[in-house]
């Protein structure tokens, strides 16, 4: 056996996996990568990744998936997780997460803005972190409507409609978190009963359930169909792009999410710090200011923060009398209901 041979070939191979590593750590600014889980449409995923990378020299590697899809994920992964931050998603599936032991606490001692965010929205002993607000809107295909001589939605009840009839796309509950948000707030403000017999005149008008809140967003600017129902950071950046959507409001009362940020337990151990160091930024000033700075629509949770130019105004809005808790703690029981009397989550499809 020629041991001279074998040493030189086991120094080549270390050489060149010292290089590999080394160009890695080079390419992420030297402090390595950071996984992510968003249920974020990825113009604005794409933007505030980019700027946290900018602002730390952290590498950002995500993954795009419904809100339900994550929290599913995260079950499934049971500890031992890819990512190591969920990015955005309303406050009730982090708090189911949270009770279900999936999320790693957070440091409070290392978040300058921690104390400025009102306290209606906060969590006690939550590990999860608000980190922006954001209204659903009714969307409405201009030329749609135009065609159709038929006036924009601006109550719960105008969605019954017979005008909208196999003319209406929403995400489904059970599957994404601004279907979740819709139906709970429905709940909520009507009653169980009333609401599930809204839902079932509701249901009559859609043409299709999907399986992300954006996806029908979409949907809605290419004329897909009449109307529906999207948060307004969603339907915001469509209208930029010249698609024909005009947004109102429910005059009745507006559902608005309360949406977070989290560590994932059983992350990566390499990206520990990184992950701490996003929670970190999130709650900064810059991280506050993100949204405006690159154009967007949601709202910081912080009063000092920069509103995004163009984004509603939420003292301006009927805001709905909501609690988180309760659409955590009902989620369940809330979509099984759904599935059972109204649609079941496999009809729900982004295609």
């Excluded at 030297?30 to 992510?36: A, H």
């Excluded at 995500?62 to 599913?72: F, N």
């Excluded at 009653?191 to 859609?206: R, S």
């Excluded at 988180?324 to 295609?351: C, G, P, Q, T, Y």
Aim: overall charge negative; proline content about 5%; hydrophobic content about 35%.
């Amino acid at each position: 056996m020629n041991f001279k041979k074998i040493f030189t070939f086991i120094s080549i191979i270390c050489v060149i996996f010292l290089v590999a590593c080394s160009n890695d750590e080079a390419s992420s600014g030297g402090k390595g990568t950071l996984t992510i889980y968003t249920p974020m449409p990825e113009e604005n995923a794409n933007a505030y990744f980019k700027k946290f990378e900018e602002d730390t020299g952290i590498k950002v590697n995500y993954t795009r998936l419904s809100t339900g899809e994550i929290l599913s994920k995260l079950k499934s992964e049971d500890g031992r997780s890819d990512a190591s931050i969920w990015f955005a998603g309303p406050s009730d599936s982090f708090i189911e997460a949270d009770k279900e032991g999936l999320l790693e606490k957070y440091d409070p001692d290392s978040l300058e803005n921690l104390d400025e965010i009102d306290e209606s929205i906060m969590v006690e002993d939550a590990s999860w972190l608000p980190i922006y607000q954001g209204p659903i809107a009714f969307a409405s295909n201009e030329k749609w409507l135009e065609e159709n001589n038929v006036e924009a939605p601006t109550s719960w009840e105008d969605l019954l409609k017979p005008e909208f009839k196999n003319n209406i796309m929403l995400a489904h509950p059970g599957a994404s978190g601004t279907g979740y948000q819709f139906v709970s707030t429905l709940f909520q403000v009507m009653g169980e009963d009333e609401a599930l017999d809204y839902l079932k005149k509701f249901n009559k008008n859609v043409k299709q359930w999907t399986k992300g809140g954006s996806a029908n967003a979409q949907f809605i600017g290419q004329g897909e169909v009449g109307t529906g129902l999207a948060f307004a950071q969603d339907l915001l950046p469509l209208i930029e792009e010249g698609y024909p959507i005009k947004i109102t409001y429910p005059e009745d009362g507006v559902s608005v999410a309360v949406e977070g940020a989290a560590k994932i337990k059983g992350g990566p151990e390499k990206e520990k710090e990184n992950a701490n160091e996003f929670m970190r930024w999130i709650n900064s000033d810059e991280g506050q200011n993100v949204y405006a700075d690159t154009g967007y629509y949601h709202l910081p949770v912080i009063p000092n923060a920069k509103i995004p130019e163009g984004a509603p105004d939420l003292s301006e809005l009927n805001v709905a009398d909501t609690d988180n808790l309760w659409s955590s703690e009902h989620r369940d029981e809330v979509v099984d209901k759904f599935e059972r009397e109204i649609e079941s989550e496999d009809a729900a499809s982004d295609e």
